[in-house]
């Protein structure tokens, strides 16, 4: 996974968007942002579940993304990915194949940090963090989805409401920012 900060140039949002300035070691470790690279191999499995034994996730599924098994729904799917939103649990991912960027808002400067994963990169998104998601110019990606209770994706756009959103407030108290 390489992070750095989001450039906020206008444009395709698949593109790299690449400011120049790298995040510091440590940054998304205090916004509560976990990341583990388990190269796609014969044992990866193992690695996996042992991460899912230790934070307590109990079921799991695969999405691909792509324009030919999306079709006409594509486009709109990419935008509602990309909207800036939070969960009220941990998202998870991990990647089989292709690529594509989570961008996590930081504190308290409130600036996108694009963190850029490839096969083999595990991130886990803290419940409460604001963040958003899209491919990137390959257009494809394939990845295994992590719940601690049943399987469910379901965003809470970013706004007054959210804002007070009891997971977003616990997830403020617990930021170390530095």
């Known amino acids: 996974m390489r992070a750095y900060y989001f450039d906020n140039v206008p ?3 698949r593109l790299l968007h690449d400011s120049g300035r790298p995040v510091k070691e440590g940054v998304l470790h205090e916004l509560g942002v976990r990341h583990w690279h388990i190269p796609i191999d014969g044992q990866h499995e193992k690695a996996v579940d042992a991460v899912a034994v230790e934070r307590g996730y109990k079921n799991r599924d695969v999405i691909t993304i792509t324009k030919e098994g999306l079709g006409d729904l594509y486009e709109t ?3 509602s990915f990309y909207e800036e939103h939070m969960h009220e649990d941990e998202e998870i991912r ?3 194949e292709g690529s594509g960027f989570f961008d996590v808002r930081e504190l308290p400067t409130d600036a996108w940090i694009r963190c850029h994963l490839e ?3 595990l991130m886990v998104l803290p419940a409460g963090i604001y963040h958003r998601f899209t491919l990137d110019e390959q257009n494809v990606i394939k990845a295994m989805r992590l719940f601690k209770d049943e399987p469910k994706w379901i965003p809470y756009n ?3 409401e959210t804002d007070a959103n009891p997971y977003r407030t616990e997830y403020l108290k617990t930021v ?3």
């Open 176 to 178: 170390t920012v530095n």
């Open 119 to 121: 096969a083999g990169d």
């Open 11 to 13: 444009g395709d949002q």
């Open 158 to 160: 970013r706004g007054v």
């Open 94 to 96: 991990y990647i089989l």
């Open 77 to 79: 799917k990419l935008k």
